[in-house]
């Protein structure tokens, strides 16, 4: 990461930039990152492909593909039965 500073910046202040710089980088320069055993708490709700979605939301999810399958379960029903009745 390189913030950008003029060419007349003080030698004081690029030496203090450069430091944050380096800091950053530390943190945040590499793209992977182990969250191995990490909770990340008040974490808002996915939005973006590549957000994290929330315990709130999978379960949501899940319970709605619950819904799906007995309705489909249902639907399958009824179809044999019509077609028992329809001799076919």
Not at 22 to 29: C, H, S
Not at 53 to 81: F, G, H, P, Y
């Amino acid at each position: 990461m390189r913030i950008p500073l003029p060419p007349t910046a003080n030698a004081d202040l690029k030496e203090a930039i450069r430091q944050v710089e380096l800091v950053l980088e530390r943190l945040f320069g590499g793209l992977n990152v182990d969250w191995h055993g990490r909770r990340i708490i008040n974490a808002g709700d996915a939005v973006q492909d590549q957000d994290y979605v929330t315990k709130a939301q999978l379960t949501k999810a899940e319970n709605r593909i619950k819904e799906l399958e007995r309705a489909v379960s249902e639907l399958q029903k009824d179809v044999s039965e019509l077609l028992d009745r329809l001799g076919v």
